[in-house]
């Protein structure tokens, strides 16, 4: 493969490093976990946010409230290299850290500040915070990625290759087309496309980018024969890239339909996302799993259901009981994927607690600026409040994902069809023998048609309206209730330990991006 400089707006490397989101953090810090360990020539880029993503803490009633703490990273090598960036007409400094290999074991990634003394205030904030609510902000912090990555890889690095994680990075797209001209850059570029929600595919003024310095040197007709105006940025990447790539079999066909319109983009494959193993999986687990030991797994998932249920009673204040089969949700708060679903039907969720079949834990974190992401979660803070056996938890971070995952014997996963491009929390609750329960969407529709057994399906993927999708889920939760912790449950989750990291785990993953996208 060529020399790859990733570009991605987060990374979620290890829990003291806050530098993510959700699902795009994870992916990346999988990916170049994998990459060192097989020794690829990739180096990321991304930004150093001052107060991460936001921390997500409880007010004085157990609701969710949105906080924010400065970080601090003595681990990260200030490298000497400040570059100048013109944003709205004035020069912006960006510093750049380093993340050296052998700190979390991964390929080396270059982190760019706009939070240093030789800024005004306003372009300190630029990288405060990790997608910003404010829009000119937002398109502020995506040319430093872009543009402020690219003179710093330039600086440091001997690249061939450029791949954007997500649009965000494409003003790197265009500092390559003012120097080099656009088959340069149709030679030298590739693109990830993520969400096929309208949220997931930004789309901003023509001009206003343009004033920004969003296009760098480029002129503006030549701008938007490229992504129209409105400036579509992911149309604008399509057809400056050679090649593209959805996240899962099922994204690749919904993204061809959804770009079928677009003249001159270059070809989109897929190549499904994966999970890094030998960061998310319990060894124990492992271990017992090749044995088919089945007693093992157990007795260590009952250990790891415990450490679990400790949180659980430090957040809540509820003692949960390891004998029952315990349902997580656990993902990014958006409307798409449903975390009011296990609550359609009260009576229904009621009846399955108070029966003791199951109990259940929410987590995830909306978006700081979703106020009605935020009432959702706050609406099943007051649900569960007096629900025995249901709760929420916040601080929904590497750490309490790893936790959920060890300790959950159910992976609930509810997104609407097709909304969901691959998803990854369900495949490294897999590799910990906890069963995924989804509707058909994202990677669920590859694991299904793999191993059909090894795990429990809502739907048909063809009614997908809350109400069908819902009665199926009670049911599918019935059903998993009268099989939990017989000889079956444990046939059924050491199968999944098993099965899971022959597709699923991130070295395959990073071997299909080095063959179908880095050559």
């Known amino acids: 493969m060529k020399p790859t400089a990733y570009f991605s707006m987060e990374f979620a490397i290890d829990q003291p490093l806050k530098t993510y989101a959700g699902g795009l ?57 400040k570059v100048p960036i013109t944003i709205n007409n ?10 050296e290999e052998d700190i979390f074991k991964t390929c080396p990634i270059y982190f ?3 939070d240093i003394p030789e800024n005004d205030y306003l372009s300190r904030t630029i990288s405060y915070n990790l997608y910003d609510g404010n829009n000119l902000t937002h398109i502020a912090q995506e040319i430093v990625l872009g543009i402020g990555g690219y003179k710093v890889i330039k600086e440091c690095e001997n690249i061939k290759l450029y791949h954007i994680n997500e649009a965000h990075a494409l003003p790197l797209g265009f500092k390559l087309l003012g120097e080099y001209g656009l088959d340069y850059v149709r030679e030298h570029l590739v693109f990830t496309t993520h969400t096929p929600i309208p949220a997931g595919n930004e789309v901003q003024d023509l001009y206003l980018l343009k004033d920004m310095g969003f296009f760098d040197n480029v002129d503006v007709s030549t ?10 940025l992911t149309v604008a990447a399509l057809r400056m890239s050679k090649k593209a790539n959805a996240v899962s079999k099922l994204h690749k066909k919904t993204t061809e339909e959804m770009w079928c319109w677009v003249d001159n983009r270059c070809p989109i494959t897929y190549i499904t996302n994966a999970q890094d193993r030998y960061y998310w999986q319990d060894p124990i687990i492992r271990d017992a799993a090749k044995e088919h030991n089945y007693k093992k797994i157990r007795d260590r998932k009952m250990e790891l259901k415990e450490e679990l249920f400790k949180e659980v009673a430090n957040q809540t204040g509820k003692l949960f009981d390891p004998n029952i089969m315990t349902v997580v949700w656990a993902r990014r708060f958006a409307d798409y994927k449903r975390p009011y679903l296990p609550l359609y039907d009260e009576n229904k969720l009621k009846d399955l607690l108070k029966n003791r079949k199951i109990q259940i834990i929410w987590a995830g974190k909306p978006h700081p600026n979703d106020i009605n992401g935020q009432m959702t979660f706050n609406w099943i803070v007051s649900k569960t409040r007096n629900l025995k056996g249901a709760a929420i938890l916040t601080g929904y971070e590497l750490n309490l994902s790893n936790l959920l995952k060890l300790g959950s014997d159910v992976w609930l996963n509810t997104p609407k069809r097709p909304n969901e491009a691959s998803g990854t929390s369900g495949m490294t609750a897999s590799m910990n023998a906890s069963i995924h329960m989804s509707t058909l969407d994202g990677w669920h529709v590859e694991w299904v048609e793999m191993y059909p057994n090894n795990s429990f399906t ?7 309206d ?10 599918q939760l019935e059903i998993a209730s009268e099989m939990y912790d017989t000889a079956d449950w444990w046939k059924k989750a050491c199968n999944c330990v098993n099965d899971v990291v022959k597709y699923f785990d991130a070295e395959r993953m990073v071997k299909e991006y080095a063959s179908k996208m880095y050559c």
């Not at 701008?223 to 579509?232: H, I, Q, S």
């Not at 809502?458 to 997908?464: A, E, K, L, N, Q």
């Not at 809350?466 to 049911?475: L, N, T």
Request: proline letters at 2%; one cysteine or more.
């Open 25 to 81: 953090g994870f992916l990346a810090g999988s990916h170049f976990r994998a990459a060192k360990r097989l020794n690829y020539p990739m180096v990321g880029v991304s930004m150093l946010w001052s107060y991460g993503y936001y921390d997500q803490v409880r007010d004085r009633e157990g609701r969710m409230k949105v906080d924010y703490v400065r970080k601090y990273y003595e681990f990260l090598e200030d490298i000497k290299l």
């Open 90 to 99: 004035a020069t912006v400094w960006a510093k750049a850290y380093k993340l």
């Open 112 to 114: 760019l500040t706009t």
């Open 223 to 232: 701008a938007e024969k490229l992504g129209g105006n409105p400036f579509n």
């Open 458 to 464: 809502i739907g048909d993927g063809i009614h997908t």
């Open 466 to 475: 809350d109400d069908y999708e819902a009665k199926c889920m009670y049911e």
